[in-house]
């Protein structure tokens, strides 16, 4: 019997990440910290909605929300500002 740690086809990995602060511009041209959340393949590349947050906790809830109802790894390499 010979074992393979190969992957099924058609598998690929998935996680959700969370990232941020990055400065954006408001309507005002004011600058103002947004973060974001997506899901992403092992590049963290987004295969998905990317979304912009404009509160740290707003967003960090969204990622561990989605990470619970997806069941994938959540990857959190946001900071507070």
Known sequence: ???TTAKPIGHQWRGVFFDG???????DGDEVPVWFVFVGD???NPVSTIYHCHKF???????KRMAR???LELIHE????
């Open 78 to 81: 946001a900071m507070p500002d």
């Open 69 to 71: 109802d997806r069941r």
């Open 21 to 27: 602060p990055q400065p954006e511009q408001n309507h």
């Open 57 to 63: 906790k707003s967003a960090e809830g969204l990622a």
């Open 42 to 44: 092992e590049d963290s």
């Open 1 to 3: 019997m010979t074992t």
